[in-house]
């Protein structure tokens, strides 16, 4: 199962930022926080990550609480081409029958005109 | 562009026939992991192959086999097709344990192949 929850679905503006929350209650410390994002009918794609700080790239950034419970993704400045699904995802697992992404069903952005 | 390719696009199967998927992996790449995602789910974690050795199972019957080439290149064979193998297949390639702590799980995904059994 995963081990976040997140909104099934979330409205912005375009032009406006996208504040995507996640909550990891359980997470633990060598956890690191993955986001993904799956625009229709193509294979998902890797955002951003973060362990404990702040995270920024030319996509989007990352806000990590300090007690590592929860996070948000921000995109910046939405346009109708990030309507996508939002996946947030933790894991320090490489192989194994747990494998290195366990997908939830995420968060559908939807970015209006 | 990933650099991650899949074929086919589509594939039509009857039931109890069975299917072979293929994948290219990123240049560089030496990890291939496969997914299946049925409609309005999250991908679900198949298997993963890492320098041609099965790395890790996920909740899928025997049936489903793979197997990764020296090149990194990858195949993923369903045996006995049925109804509920519909699905999209995801190939993802990654740095592996080479991408050190955070980077493994960083993952290139194909666009997949949308395969459906009647």
């Known amino acids: 199962d995963a081990k976040t929850t997140q909104p099934p679905s979330m409205d912005c503006a375009e032009g406006r930022a996208a504040n995507l929350p996640c909550n990891h209650s359980?997470?633990?410390?060598?956890?690191?926080v993955y986001w993904y994002r799956q625009i229709h009918s193509q294979g998902p794609q890797y955002i951003i990550h973060g362990l404990k700080n702040n995270e920024t790239n030319e996509m989007a950034s990352l806000i990590i609480t300090e007690d590592r419970k929860s996070s948000t993704l921000i995109l910046p400045h939405a346009t109708l081409r990030d309507t996508a699904v939002y996946y947030c995802i933790v894991s320090a697992y490489y192989g194994g029958s747990q494998g290195n992404l366990i997908f939830g069903k995420g968060t559908k952005l939807s970015v209006k005109p | 562009e990933t650099g991650v390719t899949q074929s086919p696009t589509h594939l039509i199967k009857t039931r109890g026939q069975q299917v072979t998927l293929r994948c290219s992996s990123q240049s560089g790449h030496n990890t291939v992991s496969w997914y299946q995602q049925a409609l309005g789910q999250g991908p679900q974690f198949i298997f993963q192959y890492y320098r041609e050795e099965e790395n890790g199972r996920g909740n899928f019957p025997p049936r489903f086999s793979g197997l990764q080439f020296p090149n990194y290149s990858s195949e993923l064979n369903v045996n006995a097709l049925e109804l509920d193998d519909s699905a999209l297949y995801l190939c993802?390639?990654?740095?592996?344990?080479?991408?050190?702590?955070?980077?493994?799980?960083?993952?290139?995904f194909g666009a997949g192949t949308r395969l459906s059994v009647l």
């Open positions: 359980t997470i633990s410390g060598n956890e690191y």
């Open positions: 993802a390639s990654s740095l592996g344990l080479a991408g050190g702590p955070s980077a493994k799980n960083i993952q290139y």
